[in-house]
T-cell receptor, first 114, second 115 residues
Framework: AQSVTQPDIHITVSEGASLELRCNYS??????LFWYVQSPGQGLQLLLK??????LVQGIKGFEAEFKRSQSSFNLRKPSVHWSDAAEYFC????????????FGAGTRLAVHP | DTGVSQDPRHKITKRGQNVTFRCDPI?????LYWYRQTLGQGPEFLTY????????KSRLLSDRFSAERPKGSFSTLEIQRTEQGDSAMYLC?????????????FGPGTRLTVT
């Protein structure tokens, strides 16, 4: 069965520090991979996506992610975190086959210390 | 592009009552999805429409739940005889069926509390 694992439930970083959020997926076919961010009480905003091609993808707000097929991973990174990045981050896999429902991980809550 | 809108944003109801939520997708999007998100979890897929046709329903969608999308525009999600376990955030998303069809745009959600 398809699944997404985000091993870190909570992460705390200092403002200006680098960030890496981990994501591992289980899916038999070529995955469509996404990172979404959710601020308290808000819906989900798409940060970036991977469909094919270059395995390092750039997104909004200075985020990037790298697809590693051999490790079934799609980790999210940011070189310097801002206080406004504090939020919950969700990794998702989209199932191919025409319409692409999303399977989400449980999320990683990011706290940023000043 | 005014984004996906959902109404109401919050709903408090007593156990056993019926509730209905509305989702207005981005106007040119013909695909519409409903997800449910409980505290501390990621969203879980409930159902999917392409135009007015409901093409998939999750096993999470018990017979107390029904969704419609008349005329392929807005959608409604109704929960009959609500239970405390129905308390969650209900998210709607929409996407195109061509081009970047795998990009789903989410609304702000409807938070349901069943007392």
């Amino acid at each position: 069965a398809q699944s997404v694992t985000q091993p870190d439930i909570h992460i705390t970083v200092s403002e200006g520090a680098s960030l890496e959020l981990r994501c591992n997926y289980s899916y038999g076919a070529t995955p469509y991979l996404f990172w979404y961010v959710q601020s308290p009480g808000q819906g989900l905003q798409l940060l970036l996506k991977y469909f094919s091609g270059d395995t390092l993808v750039q997104g909004i707000k200075g985020f990037e992610a790298e697809f590693k097929r051999s490790q079934s991973s799609f980790n999210l990174r940011k070189p310097s975190v801002h206080w406004s990045d504090a939020a919950e981050y969700f990794c998702a896999v989209g199932l191919s086959g025409g319409y692409n429902k999303l399977i989400f991980g449980a999320g990683t809550r990011l706290a940023v210390h000043p | 592009d005014t984004g996906v809108s959902q109404d109401p944003r919050h709903k408090i109801t007593k156990r056993g009552q019926n509730v209905t939520f509305r989702c207005d997708p981005i106007s040119e999007h013909n695909r519409l999805y409903w997800y449910r998100q409980t505290l501390g979890q990621g969203p879980e897929f409930l159902t999917y429409f392409q135009n007015e046709a409901q093409l998939e329903k999750s096993r999470l969608l018990s017979d107390r739940f029904s969704a419609e999308r008349p005329k392929g525009s807005f959608s409604t999600l109704e929960i009959q005889r609500t239970e405390q376990g129905d308390s969650a955030m209900y998210l709607c998303a929409s996407s195109r069926s061509s081009g970047n069809s795998y990009e789903q745009y989410f609304g702000p959600g409807t938070r349901l509390t069943v007392t």
